[in-house]
C-alpha cells in the first residue's frame, strides 16, 4: 500500500564508535525518579512502582542544536538526565536480566513546559501538553554499554551558562535503571531504538532565549544547546 502523504524520517542518534546511527522509535520519561528532586516539586517519592510519561520520537534533537523557545508557555525547564537505549528485546524481564537489553547510554535532556505541566496536574490530567513536544528531547551520542562503567558513582550536572543548576550522582537513582527495565517491560515489548530518560536530579529551573545549556554526565558525551526566540 503507498502512503498518501510523506512523513518526517525517523530520528537517528550517533554513536560513538559507529558510523551507523540509533533510530529512535520510543521515549519514555521516568517522573521523580530523584527524591530531592521530587521534594522540590512538592511530592515524596512513590516507592512502591515507578511511574512513566511518552515523547514522541520528532522530540529528538541533536546535541549542538539551537532550538526555538516553544509555543505556549512562559516557564521553559531543563532536566537533565542519564538516557539508556534499548538494544534488545525486553517483555516481562527480571531485574536480573534487564541489563541483556540495554545498547548504551547517553545524557539527554527532557525540556519541559512546566507551567502547562503543572496546571494540567492540578486538573488530575495527563502532562502531554507539558511533556510531550517538538525539541523537547536533546541527546548526545550514545556510548555502548560496555564502554560505560556500572551505574553508581557517576556525577550528573547541568550549567546554564557557567553557573551549576544540578549537581548530583547516578547512585542517588531511587529506580535503579535494571528495575526500570523490568518494570515497565511488564506493561510494553521493549525493542531497540526505544529510550528511556531515567528522571532528573534536583535544581531545575526556568531558561530564557539566549541561554546556553550545558548538560554533562561521567563518562558520556556531554548534551549543549542553546535557547533561540521564541517561536
Do not use: C
Request: charged share 20%; aromatic share 10%.
Amino acid at each position: 500500500m503507498q502512503r498518501l502523504f510523506d512523513i518526517p524520517a525517523t530520528p537517528l542518534v550517533p554513536v560513538r564508535g559507529e558510523t551507523a546511527g540509533y533510530p529512535v522509535h520510543r521515549i519514555f520519561g521516568v517522573g521523580r525518579n530523584y527524591a530531592e528532586h521530587a521534594a522540590e516539586m512538592g511530592y515524596e517519592v512513590d516507592r512502591e512502582t515507578p511511574f512513566y510519561f511518552t515523547k514522541p520520537a520528532s522530540a529528538i534533537v541533536p546535541t549542538g542544536s539551537e532550538i526555538p523557545y516553544p509555543p505556549g508557555t512562559s516557564n521553559f525547564h531543563y532536566e537533565m538526565e542519564l538516557v539508556v537505549a534499548i538494544g534488545a528485546p525486553a517483555f516481562r524481564v527480571s531485574v536480573e536480566d534487564a541489563a541483556k537489553a540495554i545498547y548504551g547510554y547517553a545524557a539527554g535532556l527532557d525540556m519541559t513546559r512546566r507551567d502547562l505541566q503543572l496546571s494540567e496536574r492540578a486538573k488530575q490530567r495527563p502532562w502531554s501538553l507539558g511533556k510531550a513536544f517538538e525539541n523537547s528531547a536533546p541527546i548526545a551520542e550514545i556510548t555502548k554499554a560496555a564502554d560505560f562503567a556500572e551505574i553508581g558513582p557517576q556525577r550528573i550536572w547541568l550549567k546554564v551558562g557557567e553557573e551549576i543548576r544540578q549537581d548530583a550522582h547516578l547512585s542517588d537513582l531511587v529506580w535503579s535503571v535494571p528495575e526500570l527495565i523490568s518494570h515497565l517491560s511488564r506493561f510494553y515489548h521493549l525493542v531497540p531504538g526505544d529510550l528511556i530518560f531515567t528522571g532528573t536530579p534536583a535544581g531545575v529551573g526556568p531558561l530564557s532565549p539566549g541561554d546556553r545549556i550545558t548538560g554533562e554526565i561521567d563518562g558520556l558525551q556531554p548534551v549543549t544547546i542553546a535557547i533561540g526566540a521564541a517561536e
